[in-house]
């Protein structure tokens, strides 16, 4: 069962991916083997999918969306165990302002992770009653933020650099708060930091 939702997991992270790469072939002359390669490198703090996260990522939709593809650590000090989570996450531009220096713009997204370990689990473990807890091996975010992206001319390798604020959630908190009437609690909310490096095109 578990082995099923992995593979579940997995087809839906590179079928994202590969709409991505569409898109971008389509919308430019690049050669086959720049679709392959990624737009930016990603770097995150915080945000439920680890307490630092590193991954990679591709623009596309006329760079109104983004699709990412990131790796999440907890070390044991922060989480009581070291908790390693695989998440594919997305973004969607809602308002921009532009600059010469600079672009401003508003997003929202969603990202949906993996968490394998001994602490997680896909069934419920038979030792609690039915409800007592959900699945937490499989969740997903959702997130609201703003970023701002800097032209810095092709400095240090980089053409663009994009740094970030969210305000995330976790559905699980949204869809308990639905249901929980005057027992809703506020605290369901996170925040993230993070700085997208985008190399130059080719």
Same mark, same amino acid.
């Given at each position: %069962? ?40 990603? %770097? ?8 630092? =996260?590193? $991954? ?13 593809? @990131? ?19 997305? =973004? ?13 713009? %508003?997003?929202?997204?969603? =990202? ?32 609201? $933020?703003?970023?701002? %992206? ?28 639905? @249901?929980?009437?005057?027992?809703? =609690? ?7 930091? $993070? ?8």
């Amino acid at each position: %069962m578990r082995n099923k939702i992995l593979q579940t997991f997995l087809f839906f992270v590179f079928t994202q991916f590969t709409f991505a790469q569409e898109d971008l072939s389509l919308e430019s002359t690049k050669q086959e083997s720049k679709c392959y390669s990624p737009d930016y490198l990603k %770097m995150q703090f915080a945000g439920y999918i680890g307490f630092v =996260s590193f $991954g990679a990522g591709y623009s596309w939709w006329k760079d109104k969306a983004q699709s990412d593809l @990131i790796y999440g650590y907890v070390p044991e000090y922060r989480g009581n165990a070291r908790i390693h989570t695989f998440t594919q996450k997305n =973004s969607f531009r809602l308002i921009n302002f532009n600059k010469p220096a600079y672009e401003f713009f %508003m997003f929202t997204g969603f =990202s949906v992770s993996f968490e394998p370990g001994q602490h997680s689990y896909v069934k419920l473990p038979d030792k609690y009653p039915d409800g007592y807890y959900s699945p937490n091996s499989i969740y997903a975010t959702l997130f609201w $933020g703003s970023k701002l %992206m800097f032209d810095i001319g092709e400095k240090y390798y980089f053409d663009f650099i994009e740094t970030y604020f969210e305000i995330n959630t976790l559905a699980d908190y949204v869809f308990y708060n639905l @249901i929980a009437g005057e027992d809703r =609690s506020p605290i369901i909310f996170s925040f993230a930091l $993070g700085l997208n490096f985008f190399f130059p095109d080719q």
